[in-house]
């Protein structure tokens, strides 16, 4: 691999490789001194054109638990605001000798764009609505984690599917690891395309949450609703929230999971996202991680 540009696109073998690799680092970060020499010779630079909190500093994190030099880049304090381009943004940053570009942009393919013009590897930390390939290799050694192995279980995406990138890499990867996968959301916040993707489709929240084992909640992006989809997030709420409750009458173990961030008592409720079934704290400590294995696998291929 010399990018990870999203998960359709790599094969199980990568995942599996990327998930043993993280493993080894998760017990690295276990110990008194969690920093190795790994990538002691590689600069990376961190270039986010979209506001971000859990990938942009996990992946510092990542980047200086395993000794490389670090720079970041946020286009709202940069020469982006003056009118320059991305690709001379990046070429810009490249001839500082940077060897990794790890980037999040608005743009659907602004990854892909860059991987045909520059020469550095690439990751991908969310195109648009299109994929977050990290945050589904976290989501998937989490579900390992929490549950032995991810084939054979049964994983319900319930919120806003038709605007998540996190959706669409979490489908690939977990189908290619032999989960079953439902989407569950209202009719309009689900893809047209959701048909041909193999999942089950699920319109009843409970129905859904009576049918998996990982419950995985996406947040309404309010800042992706340029039209309504649906009345008022009050109403949201009331037919697609997820509360304790529910989650307790179920009669079963259910795993909750969430990327965040987290729109308390819209998509979930607090007494839910704090309770006994909420992985949601562990996702972003394996962040790290999955995000040092994966840097140090693309660093390996290069
Ligand atoms: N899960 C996720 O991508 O969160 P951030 O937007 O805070 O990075």
């Given at each position: ?21 993280a ?8 110990r ?17 054109f ?60 602004a ?24 945050q589904?290799?976290?989501?998937c ?51 047209k ?13 409970m ?11 996406l ?34 173990e ?26 949601i ?22």
């Amino acid at each position: 691999m010399k990018h990870l540009l999203g998960i359709k696109n790599i094969s199980k073998e990568n995942i599996i490789q990327i998930l043993a690799t993280a493993q080894n680092f998760k017990e690295v970060l276990q110990r008194p001194i969690k920093k190795v020499p790994s990538l002691r010779e590689v600069t990376i630079a961190n270039v986010f054109f979209e506001n971000s909190t859990r990938t942009r500093l996990s992946f510092e994190l990542a980047e200086k638990r395993l000794s490389a030099d670090v720079i970041n880049f946020s286009a709202s304090s940069s020469s982006v605001k003056k009118g320059e381009t991305l690709l001379d943004t990046v070429q810009n940053i490249l001839a500082m000798k940077v060897d990794m570009i790890v980037m999040r942009h608005a743009s659907v393919g602004a990854p892909h764009f860059l991987a045909q013009h520059i020469d550095a590897n690439i990751i991908n930390a969310g195109d648009g609505t299109h994929e977050h390939p990290t945050q589904a290799l976290l989501d998937c050694f989490s579900i390992q984690e929490k549950l032995g192995t991810i084939e054979g279980k049964k994983v319900a995406i319930i919120g806003d599917i038709l605007h998540s990138r996190v959706a669409l890499s979490d489908i690939f990867a977990l189908q290619k690891l032999g989960a079953e996968v439902m989407i569950c959301g209202p009719l309009t916040l689900l893809p047209k395309y959701a048909y041909a993707l193999g999942v089950k489709i699920e319109t009843d929240v409970m129905k859904a949450l009576e049918w998996c084992d990982v419950a995985n909640v996406l947040r309404i992006q309010l800042e992706r609703q340029q039209i309504k989809y649906f009345p008022s997030l009050r109403e949201y709420s009331l037919y697609f929230g997820i509360t304790k409750e529910m989650l307790d009458k179920l009669n079963k173990e259910i795993v909750l999971m969430h990327p965040g961030p987290i729109n308390r008592g819209v998509e979930l409720s607090s007494d839910a996202a704090d309770s006994h079934h909420s992985i949601i704290l562990d996702q972003v400590e394996n962040g790290v991680a999955v995000r040092m294995a994966i840097l140090y696998e693309l660093a390996q291929g290069k």
